[in-house]
């Protein structure tokens, strides 16, 4: 009943900036929780950050905490992660992932996915 369509992603070399957007359609209301995810090669996906349907609350995993930025403009229907500061360490598909729910207070239940768009970031 959502999707989910990531675009932004590519190439980019360490130390520069790249903003991932993630529009979403169907049937929402604007206050789904809204998260990031990315998965590298050969290791299994993670946590990057997720925001509320206020922007009121937000998280970020440590290893982005200070680089990343997340945010919302519900009237667009779309999420952004702002990625500053780009190291190798960070190439990944980078998904956006949907709650059904408001609750945004742990880091199940997603229920909707993107396809996903790869970020490689050279040295």
């Known amino acids: 009943q959502v999707q989910l369509v990531e675009s932004g992603g590519g190439l980019v070399q360490a130390g520069g900036s790249l903003r991932l957007s993630c529009a979403a359609s169907g049937r929402t209301f604007g206050r789904n929780c809204m998260g990031w995810f990315r998965q590298a090669p050969g290791k299994e996906r993670e946590f990057v950050a997720r925001i509320n349907w206020t922007g009121g609350s937000i998280s970020y995993a440590d290893s982005v905490q200070g680089r990343f930025t997340i945010s919302r403009d519900n009237a667009k229907n779309t999420v952004y992660l702002q990625m500053n500061s780009l190291i190798p360490e960070d190439t990944a598909v980078y998904y956006c992932?949907?709650?059904?729910?408001?609750?945004?207070?742990?880091?199940?239940?997603?229920?909707?996915w993107g396809q996903g768009t790869q970020v490689t970031v050279s040295s």
């Open positions: 992932a949907a709650k059904a729910a408001v609750v945004c207070t742990t880091q199940r239940g997603y229920d909707y």
